[in-house]
C-alpha cells in the first residue's frame, strides 16, 4: 500500500465517525478485526489489565447497534465530532499478507450537552486487502491522556 491510498483511507476513516455513519465504519473492518484503547501507556496486551475500550469484531458490532439507537442514554443529546489525522507513515510492510501496518496522530473534539473535550493520541492501525478494497484488521488507539479522568467514552476514536 501507499503512503497516499493509506492517508486516504484513515481520513474517510475518520469522517464516517464525524458524520455519525457507524454501520459504515463498522464495514471497514475485517470478520476477525478487534478494536483497543489501552488504559496504560506501554500497554503490552489487552489481557493483562483493564482497557479503555477492547472490543473484538462481536463486540464493536454492539457498540455499533448501540450507538445507532436513538434513545442510549450516554449520547443524549448525541456527541458531535471533529477528528484530524496527521503525521501518517508506514511502519511495517507485509507483502505476502498485502497488509501494512500504519501508524498516525489523532486529534478529536467531541461536543456534547454544551460541553467540548479534547482527545489525542497516536493510533496504529494494520490495514490489509480483502473484499475488494482496504479493510482494518486492528485498531489501537493511544491517548495521551489514558490514566487520567474521562468521564464516560462511548464514541470511537
Not at 436513538?70 to 499478507?97: D, F, G, K, W, Y
Request: glycine residues 6%.
Amino acid at each position: 500500500m501507499q503512503i497516499a491510498e493509506v492517508e486516504r483511507f484513515l481520513v474517510e476513516e475518520a469522517r464516517l465517525l464525524d458524520e455519525g455513519r457507524y454501520e459504515s465504519w463498522l464495514d471497514l473492518f475485517t470478520a476477525d478485526a478487534w478494536y483497543w484503547v489501552p488504559l496504560a501507556r506501554d500497554q503490552a496486551s489487552p489481557f493483562d489489565t483493564i482497557s479503555l475500550m477492547y472490543d473484538d469484531r462481536r463486540l464493536l458490532e454492539t457498540r455499533v447497534r448501540r450507538l445507532g439507537n436513538p434513545n442510549i442514554h450516554a449520547q443524549l443529546p448525541a456527541s458531535r465530532t471533529s477528528r484530524i489525522v496527521a503525521n501518517v507513515t508506514i511502519e511495517e510492510s507485509e507483502p505476502a499478507a498485502d497488509a501494512t501496518v500504519v501508524r498516525s496522530k489523532l486529534m478529536m473534539l467531541e461536543s456534547r450537552a454544551d460541553k467540548q473535550r479534547m482527545f489525542g493520541g497516536t493510533c496504529r492501525h494494520r490495514l490489509v486487502r480483502a473484499d475488494g478494497g482496504i479493510r482494518i484488521a486492528w485498531k489501537r488507539v493511544d491517548l495521551i491522556n489514558s490514566e487520567g479522568v474521562l468521564d464516560g467514552l462511548v464514541v470511537p476514536f
